[in-house]
Nanobody
Framework: QVQLVESGGGSVQAGGSLRLSCAAS????????MGWFRQAPGKEREGVAE????????YYADSVKGRFTIAQDNAKNTVYLQMNSLKPEDTATYYC????????????????????WGQGTQVTVSS
């Protein structure tokens, strides 16, 4: 059974930093595709960043490019999201996602590319 457990959320002032972690278990981590999404109240879930765990290729939403970094630690089956220069508009619940099965591919940062989700961790950025 696939399990994704996020941690690292919290409250921070604008300009601050947070690092989110997503510990994965229950599947072959090393050859998969993982991502971070976020959802603010009253808004749709949006893709933030993605990484191929086999090779480390990354992709970012324009809104976070240059501020957020997705990275992996394959020895720990963990993916991180380092968030710097945080803005109030980054406030949301952040979700880790994994693609662990085969299927058709949708455009990058599309939630339909992922079949497993974590429970979410809250990030609040105050001005």
């Amino acid at each position: 059974q696939v399990q994704l457990v996020e941690s690292g959320g919290g409250s921070v002032q604008a300009g601050g930093s947070l690092r989110l972690s997503c510990a994965a278990s229950g599947y072959t981590y090393s050859s998969n595709y993982m991502g971070w999404f976020r959802q603010a109240p009253g808004k749709e879930r949006e893709g933030v960043a993605e990484i191929y765990t086999d090779g480390g290729t990354t992709y970012y939403a324009d809104s976070v490019k240059g501020r957020f970094t997705i990275a992996q630690d394959n020895a720990k089956n963990t993916v991180y999201l380092q968030m710097n220069s945080l803005k109030p508009e980054d406030t949301a619940t952040y979700y880790c996602a994994a693609r662990t099965t085969r299927g058709i591919w949708f455009p990058r940062l599309d939630s339909r590319n992922f079949n497993s989700w974590g429970q979410g961790t809250q990030v609040t950025v105050s001005s």
